[in-house]
């Protein structure tokens, strides 16, 4: 059973940084495409960031120029830049791989962002 675990989440102040990374237990390699997703209290999950096995990439617009996706191959993660955070990026962030038709969801990681 694949599995996806995030990590990397936690407390930070207004305008500081995280890195998020979801590790799975498969190679990257095999998803058509991967994306980090966020759910506020109250609130649904929404789309992040994605990016194509071809390494395209998308960006939701409360986060352009702010996060970056990424691969990282050597460790077989999928990671999730994250500046200038603020108080509305307070979420739990999810990591989804697309393995043909199945999507896969990892457990999600906490990010509160304090003023």
């Known amino acids: 059973q694949v599995q996806l675990v995030e990590s990397g989440g936690g407390l930070v102040q207004l305008g500081g940084s995280l890195r998020l990374s979801c590790t799975a237990s498969?190679?990257?390699?095999?998803?058509?495409?991967v994306g980090w997703f966020r759910q506020a209290p109250g609130k649904e999950r929404e789309l992040v960031a994605s990016?194509?096995?071809?390494?395209?990439?998308d960006y939701a617009d409360f986060v352009k120029g702010r996060f970056t996706i990424s691969k990282n191959i050597g460790k077989n993660t999928v990671d999730l830049q994250m500046n200038s955070l603020k108080e509305e990026d307070t979420a739990v962030y999810y990591c989804?791989?697309?393995?043909?038709?199945?999507?896969?969801w990892g457990q999600g990681t906490q990010v509160t962002v304090s003023s």
């Open positions: 990016m194509s096995a071809g390494g395209s990439t």
């Open positions: 989804k791989a697309a393995l043909g038709s199945v999507a896969i």
């Open positions: 498969m190679s990257i390699f095999n998803f058509k495409a």
